[in-house]
């Protein structure tokens, strides 16, 4: 099941910031093709940022991906438009030609940031596909590590290394850090262990990094906003973990439309950790302190719940909130206040069915499909009052949180995940 994400509460930031800690490893290594270089592409604060070209509220501005080898370029039109402002650069996946060192059946490393929501969702998808393709004999082994803190890069680097150690075939991680684990990739990949960075990004080559494209999941809900609002008030923001590359960049997104906006004042920013419960207290802490009328908020992915409860809780009215990674809870706020004149906006960033689709990859290059990229974007679905009712159950109340999966193949189905690989087949039907 999919659910909020969750972590350990921490300081109000006014906006987040990519995590700076590097680890490197001396030499090369290509299983395929030379590493490219891969910069990490800095956090910016609304001064910073300079608007994206477009009007407030106008269509979601197209920025061009930064595509070195022109590999963007060449892709069919749909692999273009999902790489829509992504934002680091994107390469010839050194993984093109991957033959794993032994197997099938094949073993399974999941190395995670935390046993979160999200991550139990994730890994529920991961366990169901597990299932799925060792009653065909393709995999023997599924193994599972965790991180006992929020952004832990020295243990998960660790538990990388013991999946190493222990001559996994494929690991699948929800990185720490864009940067820190840098180097215990290299170490993977030397060893012919191939990491897929989960909802995130590693600016290592040798990861394959499977994702929501995070300027659109930002620019999407807060293009939304900005028009519900009228293209003026005074809007709060909810941030996610810090360091995390899906919070930095999708903040960074959101900020971008907000800078088209003069008239869209930014009154405060709070740190709700992908958590319901922390965004709820950080929340409650700001409207203590902030007696003005918030005309709208914009959060950073699966803390709408928490929002919508700290402003009834204060006594205030709930303004739009923005969704961004949709949950079942504020969903059903939304539908059950139409009558009441609440609007909505959201996207969906399913857990569960992401955890399906990683597996899905994984199994796609120990069978030798050949992933072509190193980046994988996904465009998150975009849920309105038309759609609605195909993404909350209609018993959900709004008291309870579980993020939304959304319809049958909403997410990464596999026309579309074929146009990432040089020989796509269903994973399900191969033949050793």
Same mark, same amino acid.
């Given at each position: 099941?999919?659910?909020?994400?969750?972590?350990?509460?921490?300081?109000?930031?006014?906006?987040?910031?990519?995590?700076?800690?590097?680890?490197?490893?001396?030499?090369?290594?290509?299983?395929?093709?030379?590493?490219?270089?891969?910069?990490?592409?800095?956090?910016?604060?609304?001064?910073?940022?300079?608007?994206?070209?477009?009007?407030?509220?106008?269509?979601?501005?197209?920025?061009?991906?930064?595509?070195?080898?022109?590999?963007?370029?060449?892709?069919?039109?749909?692999?273009?438009?999902?790489?829509?402002?992504?934002?680091?650069?994107?390469?010839?996946?050194?993984?093109?030609?991957?033959?794993?060192?032994?197997?099938?059946?094949?073993?399974?490393?999941?190395?995670?940031?935390?046993?979160?929501?999200?991550?139990?969702?994730?890994?529920?998808?991961?366990?169901?596909?597990?299932?799925?393709?060792?009653?065909?004999?393709?995999?023997?082994?599924?193994?599972?590590?965790?991180?006992?803190?929020?952004?832990?890069?020295?243990?998960?680097?660790?538990?990388?290394?013991?999946?190493?150690?222990?001559?996994?075939?494929?690991?699948?991680?929800? &990185?720490?850090?864009? *940067? +820190?684990?840098?180097? %215990?990739?290299?170490?993977?990949? #030397?060893? @012919?262990?191939? /990491?897929? !960075?989960?909802?995130?990004?590693?600016?290592?080559?040798?990861?394959?990094?499977?994702?929501?494209?995070?300027?659109? &999941?930002?620019?999407? *809900? +807060?293009?939304?906003? %900005?028009?519900?609002?009228?293209? #003026?008030? @005074?809007?709060? /923001?909810? !941030?996610?973990?810090?360091?995390?590359?899906?919070?930095?960049?999708?903040?960074?997104?959101?900020?971008?439309?907000?800078?088209?906006?003069?008239?869209?004042?930014?009154?405060?920013?709070?740190?709700?950790?992908?958590?319901?419960?922390?965004?709820? !207290?950080?929340?409650?802490?700001?409207?203590?302190?902030?007696?003005?009328?918030?005309?709208?908020?914009?959060?950073?992915?699966?803390?709408?719940?928490?929002?919508?409860?700290?402003?009834?809780?204060?006594?205030?009215?709930?303004?739009?909130?923005?969704?961004?990674?949709?949950?079942?809870?504020?969903?059903?706020?939304?539908?059950?206040?139409?009558?009441?004149?609440?609007?909505?906006?959201?996207?969906?960033?399913?857990?569960?069915?992401?955890?399906?689709?990683?597996?899905?990859?994984?199994?796609?290059?120990?069978?030798?499909?050949?992933?072509?990229?190193?980046?994988?974007?996904?465009?998150?679905?975009?849920?309105?009052?038309?759609?609605?009712?195909?993404?909350?159950?209609?018993?959900?109340?709004?008291?309870?949180?579980?993020?939304?999966?959304?319809?049958?193949?909403?997410?990464?189905?596999?026309?579309?995940?074929?146009?990432?690989?040089?020989?796509?087949?269903?994973?399900?039907?191969?033949?050793?």
């Amino acid at each position: 099941m999919h659910f909020q994400r969750l972590f350990h509460r921490t300081s109000v930031l006014a906006t987040a910031s990519l995590v700076a800690a590097t680890a490197t490893v001396a030499g090369s290594l290509s299983p395929a093709v030379a590493s490219p270089t891969r910069a990490a592409t800095p956090a910016l604060s609304r001064a910073s940022v300079p608007a994206a070209t477009g009007t407030c509220g106008g269509p979601i501005p197209t920025q061009a991906p930064m595509d070195p080898q022109g590999v963007i370029a060449k892709a069919p039109a749909v692999v273009q438009s999902a790489f829509n402002g992504y934002p680091v650069p994107v390469h010839p996946s050194p993984w093109a030609n991957f033959k794993p060192s032994s197997g099938p059946p094949w073993t399974i490393g999941w190395a995670w940031n935390e046993l979160n929501a999200y991550g139990t969702g994730n890994h529920e998808g991961i366990q169901a596909d597990f299932l799925a393709y060792q009653k065909l004999g393709l995999v023997k082994n599924y193994i599972p590590s965790l991180t006992d803190t929020a952004n832990g890069a020295t243990q998960q680097a660790q538990q990388i290394r013991t999946d190493v150690e222990k001559k996994v075939n494929i690991i699948i991680s929800a &990185l720490t850090s864009p *940067t +820190a684990l840098n180097g %215990v990739i290299e170490q993977a990949a #030397k060893a @012919n262990i191939p /990491v897929i !960075s989960v909802s995130g990004t590693s600016t290592d080559p040798h990861s394959v990094n499977v994702q929501a494209n995070p300027y659109l &999941l930002g620019a999407q *809900t +807060a293009t939304a906003l %900005v028009n519900i609002m009228g293209h #003026k008030g @005074n809007l709060l /923001v909810v !941030s996610g973990v810090p360091g995390l590359s899906i919070a930095t960049y999708s903040l960074a997104a959101a900020m971008k439309i907000f800078a088209n906006c003069p008239d869209i004042h930014i009154v405060g920013s709070v740190v709700g950790n992908f958590s319901q419960s922390v965004a709820k !207290s950080v929340v409650l802490q700001f409207l203590a302190t902030h007696p003005g009328t918030i005309n709208a908020v914009w959060q950073d992915s699966s803390m709408a719940l928490g929002t919508i409860q700290a402003f009834e809780e204060a006594g205030r009215t709930v303004p739009p909130v923005a969704d961004t990674s949709a949950d079942w809870g504020s969903l059903a706020y939304w539908r059950d206040h139409i009558k009441d004149g609440y609007k909505g906006t959201a996207n969906g960033d399913p857990a569960k069915a992401m955890g399906e689709a990683t597996f899905d990859v994984a199994m796609r290059m120990l069978e030798g499909q050949g992933v072509k990229f190193t980046d994988i974007p996904i465009v998150p679905p975009v849920i309105t009052t038309a759609n609605l009712d195909q993404w909350v159950p209609a018993g959900w109340n709004d008291n309870v949180s579980h993020t939304a999966e959304g319809p049958p193949q909403s997410w990464l189905p596999d026309s579309y995940l074929n146009n990432f690989f040089n020989h796509p087949q269903n994973p399900l039907d191969y033949k050793p």
